[in-house]
């Protein structure tokens, strides 16, 4: 057997094996449950884990952005009119959310930690300054006070006889930074020189620039990968007290900040928030990619804040109970200290046509207005998000105030905000590397039948090309038959040459 023969059945061989081990790795599905295994055991929230140190100080930058609606025509609302608000903003803050006090209790299975927010304001990326500029807008400490004396008819009529001796009413006209971070309202100081209990400043923000909203224990991840980043207890409550069902005040989900690895299309991913006193689920929306990252979009439905016709589970949140608003709101007094705070998506997107059309100016849409996380499904890192929520107020005639008696009862909006964030370059590279890898490993089966096959090729150009040298070779050393050629006539001297013949001789002569 010649060299190139052993080269040829050598080839065949090695591709034979290539893609036998191919075949079975990939139907044994090695690889990808190998990966798999080792994913999920990497992304936990343990020290030295790939996700715990960008978990504990997140090092892309999240922003805040605040959008106000100011009302220009608050005495045509007062006199039975349609409101008109004119949106501003925004006001954009650069928020930092390190995770302080981080502990592991119960054997490293779970985490505390609280996290402090701080904000920092950002002119360059804001329409202007918000210490100088005036919303006129809803005045919450106001109607959160005469809420408070409804049905009270002396304490009604006093505080009615006091707003308006300082001519304070349903709207008021404050700095942004007031609106926003606190001031010290009157009403609320005559009320607070009665009942201590009371606090005399009101903000939206007030008292939120670098404290945290309580403490937070985690699921690590390593008793079950399904359970990354869930929240166990929250205040140490493993369920909130404010809603009227059980279901309702489930505290269930993560908090935002991560999910499990390998998420599925299919799943409704829950997260809770404190600001919304709940939690809220999100569904798949579509596929996208965010500097060279895939990641499935994943965006609250209209079911999430669904009238109770809607959608039944949502009867829960009506507080106190059989006290529902519509499709698109939720009341969340409850848990605001009684003010009458009513949260939704911005311009009420989602919402009922009662709260778009309840005053002029509104214009929802789904590119400015959702609520989406777009997350790495392999990773269930979010690589890119946006919060989206709406404060308004829930505007009624209350009994004792003449000032409400003619405006028409609505939800009022005040401003949203949009708290978005997108993965650093420095994270992004990284993760795309890791998924990379992620991909070779899952795929490795597939390079062994892609060089198999690759063999095969070559082995059969090698199969032709042997045969087709043999066939050559035989054709080259075969022999012609000399055919048969007729006697050639002797006789002729001019074809035989010359030549000496014996004849016989003749006897002499005597």
Known sequence: MTRRSCAVYATGIVCAHLLIVGIALIVAQVFPTLIQNRLKKEITL???SRVFKTWKSPPAKIYMQYFFFNVTNPEVFLSGGLATVKEVGPYTFREYRPRENVTFVDNGTKVSAHTAKSFVFLPEQSVGDPEVDLVTTINIPALAV???????????????MWMNSKGSGIFMTRSVDEILWGYKDPLLTSVHSMKPEVEEYFGLMYKK???SSGEFVFHTGEENYMDFGKIHTWKGQRETTWWTSKESNMINGTDGGG??????KDEQ?????????????VTFVKEVEIKGIPAYRFAPPRDVLASHEENPANEGFCVPAGNCLGTGVLQVKECRKGAPIVVSFPHFYHGAEEYINGVEGLSPNQEHHETFLDINPTLGIPIRASKRAQINVHLKRISGFPVTRKFKPTVFPVLFVNESVVIDDESA????TMLLMVMLVSNFPLLIVGLGTILLIIFI???????QKKTTAVEDTDYKQV???????LSDPQKNGSFIAMSPMEGEKC
């Open 46 to 48: 343990t020290e030295g």
């Open 146 to 160: 005469m809420n408070k004396m409804s049905g009270n008819f002396f304490m009604s009529t006093m505080v009615s």
């Open 209 to 211: 620039n670098g404290t």
């Open 259 to 264: 999910f499990h690895p390998f998420v599925s």
């Open 269 to 281: 991913l829950y997260v809770f928030t404190a600001d919304l006193c709940r939690s809220i689920y």
């Open 429 to 432: 590279a990284k993760m795309r």
């Open 461 to 467: 150009i090698l199969i032709v090309r042997s045969r």
């Open 483 to 489: 055919s048969d050629k007729p006697d050639e006539d």
